[in-house]
């Protein structure tokens, strides 16, 4: 009977595991904007979505708070292959953390 219901829940878990987003649904990536008006040029992290659910991203943290993010980025929503751009500036980018509508997920950068 024991074994039942571990393979119960095991079973459960699994069904559960997919119906959420998961990091593997974002794509976190350095990226450059460039303004074409003032020849400026910024650093970036570029997060794109591959779900196919609507994301949106309510905070982003670089570097656990020690890194300022340019502009406003809460409450943006990314569709399938949208992309969303965050200027940062004077910083080595190890650490960014998002936090969205459907989870709080974590990427590193080894350098």
Known sequence: MKFK???????????LYGCGTSPDDLIVAPGIYFNANTLDSSPTIDITS???????????????????????V?????????????????????????QTDQGHFEYSFDR
């Open 5 to 15: 219901q571990i393979f119960g829940a095991v079973c459960l878990s699994a069904l």
């Open 50 to 72: 591959k779900s196919d659910k609507a994301i949106t991203i309510e905070k982003v943290i670089l570097n656990k708070g020690n890194c300022n993010v340019r502009g406003k």
């Open 74 to 98: 809460g409450s943006s929503t990314l569709g399938y292959g949208k992309t969303l751009q965050v200027l940062y500036k004077n910083c080595n980018i190890i650490n960014v953390e998002i």
